[in-house]
């Protein structure tokens, strides 16, 4: 039994069941609306890659011992894992993070056991005052989602932090998706123990007295079970000293006997030690950052996170304010409701152009049905595939709807012409048949489209993870349009059409006709002139492709701009909040800036550990400010501080982080194990970016060596004076930020203890040298006996990848990524460093090459694949070469339309490029196999080919006109889509060329090389 046989048998058994097919229509259409409703919403796919970080923080310890103690063991530790694609390490003063980032697929639970067994192999061989290290999951910089702050005019900072660490944050993490929420400002309450170095002298207590004393009681300890008759009670030790009191009254061995710790030292609760604030508009107030969950939508946790604001809000004490200031879900639901806006005002639009062109409203209506079953219905597979609404699969429903229609209007057309040329005719039979004529060139272009897009569904990497969704959406909502042509569309029209009713040409179709049957006769008789005039359009357009420029993503109107600055590294926290105090002021005086959040330093505990010399500074605008001239202002405020400041917007930042590790948009990277030669080569190289065209800014990672002081023990006089190491290591720390204790717990605040000695925290080596030294026994030395201080020099921070050191040039760019990428490595050719250097570039470059190397494979293999298809639709391979040789054609548009646009090669134009592909080869294989089976009921070919292109003036006029009208919106930037806009432009551009071409270029070339012999 032939193909056509088949078909006509399945079509035939349509009617019969046409109550079924209308049930389950309904049935899937309902299903549809009801799963679109619930898929999560998020701007982006989940874009972060396998990562684990790992934290290690050693209180007092400088980059340099870090980095030999910890850094390079954890490294050679998890390096052999398998799994493991690349290792890179920042070491801070007293912090070190190690992120672990896998190959595609590995698992990340497995993963995460295996680091941490091997970390805990390790934790014996790390310096005794090095706290056990810290795994944490792939959640980054992608993942904060919102910035909140809590302030109270003349509240106590320490019960602005008592109230959040107790209330708010254990509120906040338990809303459903939450991470984590990392505090930074404030006070901490801490119990500070203060030596007073003249009692301690007097009475011979020795510091190591008073820290044995303090040990334990910072709970009740649990001693055992005690067995009564037939009960067991579990008996508690009360060793638990809460308060200052408490802790004033334990007992110390002194010289002479025991004495109370209060007869030493000064008990109290004061402000812990602290390496970040945070300030809103100049006042200084506590800041709390939600982190999602990788897996978490962006705009269910936003939404709920507010709620449980509105929650906490009323439980505030007096005098305390909490405000909501960034929210990432609101720039999400901004961007979807207008992308959402758009495509329904697109379809209204597409109904409209439908029914103008077919001229019946009830011929119209089961190509419209079409359009919500297929689009809705697509819904359910994105759910099954754990998919939600972002840009990219709303993007693929914005290239389908064009597409989506083309199937059911060829099925109309052709049963409505047949039904009125065989009125008398069983409808039945003239169904069966009239649908199996169309059948096959329907599902040849059907597959030509799935073609295209399916590829994309085993790019992998971050490129899978961008174009994955987009490309089930489509292959989704294509395939369903397919189903429906072959199913409801037959069975519709049917019903819907009667007899004897002929589907008339409208006027406005007659009249195009007019205009386009002495043009096309020109073109089928000139066929080397059309060529040539075509080639004379196309050739510009390509070359403007290679002068388009290329970014990651296109540009996001955010309301806000993140800027950051750095100053110098010997800075301390207060001389970094004084630089940027001034920078504060600037940006709230310019006009149309509603209020500038700042985070200077780090959190005690985040995944985003930073030095303490640099800032955040989020500048938010007023709801009718323009954000261009606010921009301007922003960033000549930036380049007046005297201290380097780079802007940019805040979901672009995490963004850059999250994908290249560096907020930078291009990192120049390199490795080496001297660091100071490297640093030695950096003005060369900074004066040679500065003259590249497209750097905006460029400085170092990496900021200048910290002048720091060593204390170098007297190994004679020890001996001599018979002191043990440990007690020279204790009495400096005392003397410094203190002897940290075990933390007491005050229900979830972690309350920490230290025994320092009164008055220190910032003294200078003299004074440092006459710190008591009191021994057993109550002998009393001075530090100055046995330790000299020298002055030395060191790194501020150390950045390591693949086991070597590594220093980064940070670039920023006014938008060409990938040009000014090319250009910065041509500049940078023959530059003098020191020998064994690796040069590299990474940042957002770095995965956008990756990016664009596996969609030219994807775009190569779905080439071949539409290659095959149409050789085995059109068996010649000359016709096949007529399709792919007038495909440059239909891309000339879009190029001229994108250079005049002034965009950039970018993920959303990619994408229209990409949907364009498709409808481009749709529209010729359609045209060449209407054309052959006119020549196979012996019809000339010249005949043939005239009669194909008029038969698709009406279906390319419909399907033309419902893809441009269903992205005009996008095109326009209805309601905050401009991520779409892009891929409108390069769409609509396309579709306006690519139509002519159909219509005239095409057949003229097919009628000069493709003309069969017979």
């Not at 998919?387 to 057309?413: Q, S, Y």
Request: proline share 7%.
């Amino acid at each position: 039994m032939s193909t056509e046989s088949r078909l006509q048998r399945w079509f035939a058994a349509l009617l019969p069941r046409r109550g079924w097919i209308f049930a389950l229509a309904l049935i899937w259409g309902v299903a549809g609306v009801f799963s679109f409703a619930r898929l999560k919403r998020d701007l982006f796919p989940d874009l972060g890659l396998p990562i684990l970080s790992v934290l290690v923080q050693g209180p007092g310890l400088a980059p340099p011992d870090l980095e030999r103690s910890v850094a390079q063991p954890v490294e050679q530790a998890l390096g052999g894992m398998p799994g493991v694609k690349r290792v890179t390490t920042l070491v801070l003063p007293e912090l070190v993070q190690v992120v672990v980032a896998l190959e595609e697929g590995t698992d990340l639970w497995q993963a995460r056991q295996g680091v941490s067994e091997r970390l805990s192999a390790l934790g014996g061989s790390f310096p005794s005052s090095v706290r056990p290290p810290l795994v944490s999951s792939a959640s980054g910089r992608l993942h904060e989602v919102m910035e909140i702050v809590l302030e109270g005019p003349g509240t106590d900072p320490l019960r602005l932090r008592d109230h959040a660490e107790q209330v708010l944050v254990p509120r906040l993490q338990a809303v459903p998706g939450v991470a984590r929420v990392e505090l930074l400002g404030g006070q901490e309450r801490a119990l500070e123990v203060a030596l007073v170095p003249e009692r301690a002298q007097q009475l011979g207590v020795a510091l190591e007295a008073v820290v044995t004393a303090l040990e334990g009681s910072h709970q009740d300890a649990s001693v055992g079970v005690l067995e009564v008759q037939d009960k067991a009670w579990f008996v508690t030790a009360g060793t638990l000293a809460a308060s200052p009191e408490a802790v004033r009254r334990l007992p110390v061995p002194a010289a002479r006997g025991t004495v109370a710790l209060g007869e030493v030292a000064e008990v109290r609760e004061a402000p812990a030690f602290r390496r970040g604030l945070a300030r809103n508009n100049g006042r200084e107030v506590l800041s709390l950052r939600i982190v999602k969950q990788p897996s978490a939508p962006t705009l269910a946790v936003a939404e709920a996170a507010r709620r449980a604001l509105a929650e906490v809000r009323k439980g505030l004490p007096q005098g305390m304010s909490l405000d909501l200031l960034y929210d990432q879900g609101g720039l999400v639901r901004h961007a979807l409701n207008g992308v959402s806006l758009a495509l329904l005002l697109g379809g209204v639009l597409v109904a409209g152009i439908l029914v103008a062109l077919l001229g019946r409203f009830r011929a119209a209506l089961p190509v419209l049905a079409v359009l919500p079953l297929a689009t809705f219905g697509a819904a359910l597979p994105l759910h099954a595939a754990g998919l939600g609404l972002n840009a990219m699969t709303l993007g693929g429903l914005a290239i389908a709807v064009g597409l989506l229609v083309d199937a059911a209007v060829i099925m109309v057309e052709n049963l409505a012409h047949r039904f009125s040329q065989h009125p008398e005719s069983p409808r039945s039979t003239v169904l069966a048949s009239a649908a199996s004529e169309v059948a096959m060139p329907i599902l040849t272009a059907v597959l030509v489209i799935l073609a295209v897009f399916i590829p994309l569904l085993s790019m992998g990497g971050l490129a899978g993870r961008l174009y994955a969704p987009l490309a089930l959406a489509v292959a989704s909502a294509m395939t369903l349009s397919l189903l429906m042509a072959f199913t409801l569309v037959p069975v519709l029209t049917e019903r819907l059409l009667p007899p004897s009713e002929r589907l008339e040409e409208p006027a406005l179709v007659r009249a195009v006709k007019r205009l386009y049957r002495p043009a096309l006769d020109w073109a089928l008789g000139h066929g080397l002139q059309v060529r040539l005039l075509a080639l004379g359009l196309t050739i510009p357009c390509l070359w403007m492709a290679f002068h388009l420029g290329s970014n990651f993503l296109p540009t996001l109107d955010e309301r806000a701009f993140m800027l950051l600055s750095k100053v110098p590294s010997e800075s301390s926290l207060e001389a970094v909040d004084r630089a940027n105090l001034l920078l504060d002021r600037r940006l709230m005086a310019i006009p149309g800036v509603a209020s500038v959040y700042r985070r200077s330093g780090r959190a005690d505990v985040t995944e985003d550990p930073c030095p303490m010399t640099d800032s955040e500074v989020m500048v938010i605008l007023a709801p009718k400010a323009d954000a261009r001239t606010v921009e301007r202002a922003v960033a000549e405020a930036a380049e007046a501080m005297p201290f380097p400041v780079d802007v940019n917007t805040p979901m672009q930042e995490r963004i850059a982080e999250g994908i290249g590790g560096t907020p930078a948009d291009i990192q120049v990277k390199l490795h080496h194990r001297d660091l100071e030669a490297l640093r030695a080569a950096l003005p060369e190289l900074l004066e040679r970016l500065a003259h590249v065209e497209g750097v905006r800014s460029a400085s170092p990672d990496t900021p200048e060596p910290l002048v720091g002081c060593r204390a170098v023990i007297d190994e004679e006089a020890l001996r001599r004076l018979a002191v043990p190491r440990s007690a020279v290591a204790a009495t400096l720390q005392a003397a410094l930020q203190g002897v940290a204790l075990e933390p007491r717990f005050e229900g979830p605040q972690a309350i920490p203890r230290l025994v320092r000695f009164q008055g220190s925290g910032t003294p200078s080596p003299m004074q440092l040298g006459g710190t008591p030294l009191v021994l057993e026994g109550g002998r009393v030395l001075s530090l100055g006996q046995v330790v000299r201080f020298e002055e030395v020099s060191s790194p501020a921070l150390v950045r390591r990848e693949g086991g070597e050191r590594r220093l980064g040039i940070n670039v920023r760019t006014t938008g060409d990524l990938g040009g000014t990428a090319r250009r910065i490595e041509a500049a940078l050719e023959g530059v003098p460093l020191p020998p064994g250097t690796l040069l590299r570039l990474g940042g957002k470059i770095e995965e956008a090459r990756d990016t664009q190397r596996r969609l030219m494979l994807a775009v190569g293999l779905s080439l071949a694949l539409v290659a095959g298809l149409l050789y085995l639709a059109l068996r010649r391979w000359r016709e096949v070469l007529v399709v792919v040789a007038t495909l440059p054609d239909a891309f000339a548009g879009a190029l001229f339309a994108l250079w005049l646009a002034g965009e950039t090669w970018n993920i959303s134009s990619l994408v229209g490029m990409i949907g364009l592909l498709g409808v481009a080869v749709q529209n010729s294989l359609v045209l060449i196999t209407q054309a052959k089976g006119l020549m196979a009921q012996g019809t000339p070919f010249e005949e043939a080919l005239r009669e194909a292109s008029l038969g698709r003036v009406r279906p390319k006029l419909m399907t033309a006109g419902a893809s441009i009208l269903g992205l005009l919106p996008m095109l326009l930037g209805f309601g905050g889509s401009e991520l779409e806009r892009p891929l409108a432009i390069a769409m609509v551009g396309g579709l306006v060329t690519s139509t002519l071409f159909t219509l005239l270029a095409l057949p003229s070339f097919y009628a000069w090389i493709g003309k069969p012999e017979n």
